[in-house]
């Protein structure tokens, strides 16, 4: 007999339910109803997934990766391990994985279709890759429904009591508050709220940053910087035990008796303990009042509150939600409520038996979806097209036009958030409508239309009326490469420069192509910042100096400053051993993580030191730099560009012949678009 399951696919927890016969089981792991939210890479390659995986991060937290779920969505984060690369979908794959195949040999079936919980606040970015995530697992995605729903539907279903609810979910790593009209078996969302960088993690994180300041403060203490990470691992499982015993007990005690770098025992009082954590409780009751007003209602109109989530039971939480709307509801499973919603989800929409009851749920989206438009000179408007808390599924379509004589194309940006400007917003997706036939700047009518589906996944047709065919995009088919290509307003672009005497004949016109590039930057109207590091040989040591990041009309200046010999130099070359605290501080050198990285590398010198190589790819390719090149072929160089996903360009080859204009020019398309109006 074939099954469909539910899904909770937690931060710090997952957990697999099961609903048949009117009755919801919830499916054992390693004989514990919960699965840890983590992996972790043995030396031979193999991935132990869960409790094994969550264990050996404690002592090995470079080999392992928890609370992936708060990297999902974005292309930008990746896991170096054992000479292997892991994403946040590679890591979520491995955890259904586990859960798909615990519920198989339960079982004894192979099962093949699921709802997966997502974060109501969830953007499409994070959806769509949940989704691919369970897809890559094996299993057909029936739903993917928000997690207050889920737990909405397992609280209220035959009830037989019509009433509002407020549920506020607060996980391992996300936040999530929603208002639902539950009439008998018909749950509406009418409103939803929350922060997906909002959970346990961060108040295990106050604590064990409160527990790591206090141990450095110990005199008998001898801490080795290299030792920090792992401490700070252990620290946080600490956290983790003394927050669990807070919630029933006024003090704990935290203790490690034999911690790297010295022996930890803290006593922590339930009132410093509730003084830490404040600031974060107080972020969740600002938004349950958001969700109150955008729902228009008030406090005496919530029937019930539930709570949902781990870290629901904090005693502090419970207090301020009382206080704020009423005294909470907490289920005796507050781990498991979320997955057993969605196992009957799962079992209505798999296979309705027919004594089961009708059952009906519908959501809203919780952002503004638009495209990004230019308006009045402004090209980083955002145009809504489907406003926050509209009912799903739900389609709009709106007018455009060209801003140029003759624009035979326009690139189609599609954004989602609250902000009025697209920089300020999340991109999820782009394309580019070509073959306008000539005509005068506002004459062509450009048709884009909006459609959302019940899973609040967004597919978006645009169409001109001169044009035969429209051009689609599928949100879940938007490949990473298109969206990390596609974010200008999240890019910062670095020059790392030699100033060394053989270049010389080049620096000028180096210099010259750099100050257009920035002006390039300017006039297209873009959020991108610069910044520069040049560099030489000293007599023993290399020297360079850093400038930036900054707006591109501020490093118009520093360019200007760069002279040969400036650092006292003799020379460089790039691939030396000496080089890598140059690479080092490069990488360093962009200060903002969640932004697109671009270097911009330009020397005519090379070292092939094959030990330094791979020490400055794997820089590099950790902190995320697409790397172009103007070098030497046959050296490192080439390497460098290929390995980092960047281009290369020969320097020799450009002499006399091709301007580093033109070269730039290919960079600055990477992050310039033509907008519609």
């Not at 994985?97 to 192979?110: P, R, W």
Request: glycine share 6%.
């Amino acid at each position: 007999m074939s099954h469909a399951i539910g899904i909770d696919l937690g931060t710090t927890n997952s957990v697999v339910c099961l609903y048949q016969r009117g009755q919801i089981e919830t499916i054992p792991i390693d004989n514990f109803s919960t699965l840890p939210s983590a992996i972790s890479v043995l030396p031979n390659g193999k991935i132990l997934v869960g409790t094994q995986a969550k264990n050996r991060a404690i002592i090995s937290p470079d080999q392992s990766v928890t609370s992936a779920k708060r990297f999902i969505g974005d292309s930008k984060t990746k896991w170096h391990i054992q000479g292997h690369t892991y994403n946040p979908i590679d890591v979520s794959q491995r955890i259904i994985c586990k859960l798909k195949d615990a519920a198989s040999e339960y079982l004894k079936t192979n099962v093949k279709d699921a709802v997966i919980t997502v974060p109501a606040y969830f953007n499409n970015n994070q959806k769509r890759d949940t989704k691919i995530a369970a897809e890559e697992a094996g299993l057909n995605v029936l739903q993917l429904l928000p997690e207050p729903t889920a737990a909405a539907i397992s609280y209220g279903l035959d009830r037989k009591k019509n009433q509002t609810i407020l549920v506020y979910d607060l996980g391992g790593g996300t936040f999530d508050v929603s208002i639902l009209k539950v009439t008998d078996n018909q749950f509406t969302v009418i409103a939803v709220d929350g922060d997906f960088n909002l959970g346990g993690d961060d108040i295990d994180l106050l604590l064990a940053k409160f527990l790591f300041e206090r141990l450095k403060s110990n005199k008998s203490t001898t801490m080795n910087p290299d030792d920090e990470c792992l401490i700070m691992q252990q620290l946080k499982e600490v956290a983790e035990q003394a927050k669990k015993e807070l919630s029933v007990s006024d003090t704990t005690i935290a203790r490690i008796p034999n911690l790297k770098g010295g022996h930890l025992e803290e006593k922590i009082s339930i009132h410093d303990y509730n003084e830490m954590i404040c600031p974060l409780v107080d972020k969740t009751i600002h938004k349950i009042k958001s969700v109150l007003h955008d729902a228009g209602l008030d406090k005496r109109d919530i029937d019930r509150v539930l709570l949902v989530g781990g870290s629901t039971r904090n005693r502090l939480i419970k207090e301020r939600i009382a206080e704020t709307v009423k005294e909470p509801f907490v289920s005796d499973r507050v781990d498991e409520v979320v997955a057993q919603g969605a196992a009957i989800v799962a079992g209505y929409l798999f296979s309705p038996q027919p004594d089961m009851l009708p059952m009906e749920f519908n959501n809203v989206t919780p952002f503004n979806l638009g495209v990004r438009t230019t308006e009045k000179g402004e090209s980083d408007k955002m145009e809504v097209l489907i406003h926050k808390n509209s009912p799903v599924p739900v389609e709009s379509e709106k007018d455009f036009t060209t801003i140029h004589d003759n624009q035979n194309s326009v690139d189609i940006r599609v954004f989602q958030g609250d902000q009025s400007h697209c920089s300020d917003n999340t991109f999820i997706g782009g394309f580019e409508l070509t073959g306008i036939p000539p005509a005068k700047a506002k004459e062509p009518k450009i048709v884009v239309n909006f459609k959302m589906d019940q899973s609040d996944l967004l597919i978006v047709t645009a169409s001109c009326e001169h044009l035969k065919e429209s051009k689609n995009l599928d949100i879940n088919l938007v490949s990473h490469e298109d969206e990390s290509t596609s974010q200008a307003k999240e890019t910062d672009i670095h020059f790392l420069i030699d100033t060394s005497g053989s270049m010389r004949n080049e620096l000028e016109s180096v210099k010259k192509s750099c100050i257009d590039f920035a002006d390039h930057i300017i006039s297209a109207g873009i959020d991108c910042r610069l910044g520069l590091i040049d560099f030489d040989k000293g007599f023993r040591n290399y020297k360079w100096e850093i400038f930036g990041p900054c707006a591109p009309s501020t490093l118009k200046t520093s360019i200007s400053k760069l002279s040969i010999g400036r650092l006292g130099g003799c020379g460089c070359y790039i691939g030396e051993k000496d080089t890598i605290p140059v690479i080092q501080a490069f990488a360093d050198s962009f200060t903002d993580q969640k932004r697109f990285k671009i270097g911009i590398l330009i020397s005519d010198e090379v070292g092939n030191n094959a030990d330094a190589i791979p020490k400055i790819i794997h820089i590099l390719q950790n902190n995320d730099i697409c790397m172009h090149v103007v070098g030497l072929s046959n050296s490192c160089h080439v390497r460098i560009a290929e390995k980092t996903g960047g281009k290369f360009w020969d320097i020799v080859a450009s002499r006399g012949k091709v301007s580093f204009d033109e070269l730039l020019n290919d960079i600055a398309k990477e992050i310039t678009q033509i907008t519609i109006k």
